[in-house]
């Protein structure tokens, strides 16, 4: 659980300095040439770390629905989303925004069963700590 909890905190501190890095190249050169940016170093990254790890096999990739191969366009229209919101309402109230919108999409993803994943019965407290998210963002702002 502690290895969970660590590489959740770097992912997350990652995504907001990619999202702040994506918006310095924008002013630079613009949003789509900055979400090509990241997407071409992350390809660099993660395919030299695929040749260092070498874990896995190339034989299971036919066993994952075309539907999934789309993960990477996801990408794309999150770190347009990202850097644009950084313009309009700054990196801390689009960071609170983005991870609220990332806990409403899952309780929808986990209610439905979408994607395969287990279905699970969203709880009150689990509502509840949404709305004081963001409750918490909402007093942040002002």
């Given at each position: 659980?502690?290895?969970?909890?660590?590489?959740?905190?770097?992912?997350?501190?990652c995504?907001?300095?990619?999202?702040?890095?994506?918006?310095?190249?924008?002013?630079?050169?613009?949003?789509?040439?900055?979400?090509?940016?990241?997407?071409l170093?992350?390809?660099?990254?993660?395919?030299?770390?695929l040749?260092i790890?070498?874990?896995?096999?190339?034989?299971?990739?036919?066993?994952?629905?075309?539907?999934?191969?789309?993960?990477?366009?996801?990408?794309?229209?999150?770190i347009?989303?990202?850097?644009?919101?950084?313009?309009?309402?700054?990196v801390?109230?689009?960071?609170?925004?983005?991870?609220?919108?990332?806990?409403?999409?899952?309780?929808?993803?986990?209610?439905?069963?979408?994607?395969?994943?287990l279905?699970?019965?969203?709880?009150?407290?689990?509502?509840?700590?949404?709305?004081?998210?963001?409750?918490?963002?909402v007093?942040?702002?002002?």
């Amino acid at each position: 659980m502690f290895k969970g909890i660590l590489f959740a905190l770097l992912g997350g501190a990652c995504i907001t300095l990619q999202g702040v890095a994506n918006n310095r190249i924008s002013y630079d050169i613009g949003t789509w040439q900055a979400a090509t940016i990241t997407q071409l170093t992350g390809f660099i990254l993660a395919a030299l770390m695929l040749l260092i790890v070498r874990d896995g096999n190339w034989q299971g990739l036919r066993k994952v629905k075309p539907l999934y191969w789309f993960g990477g366009a996801f990408a794309s229209v999150i770190i347009f989303s990202e850097v644009t919101a950084i313009q309009y309402i700054g990196v801390t109230f689009t960071v609170s925004a983005l991870l609220i919108a990332q806990l409403c999409m899952t309780f929808v993803v986990d209610s439905n069963g979408w994607f395969g994943v287990l279905r699970q019965k969203i709880t009150l407290p689990q509502c509840l700590g949404v709305l004081l998210m963001i409750a918490g963002v909402v007093i942040l702002k002002l």
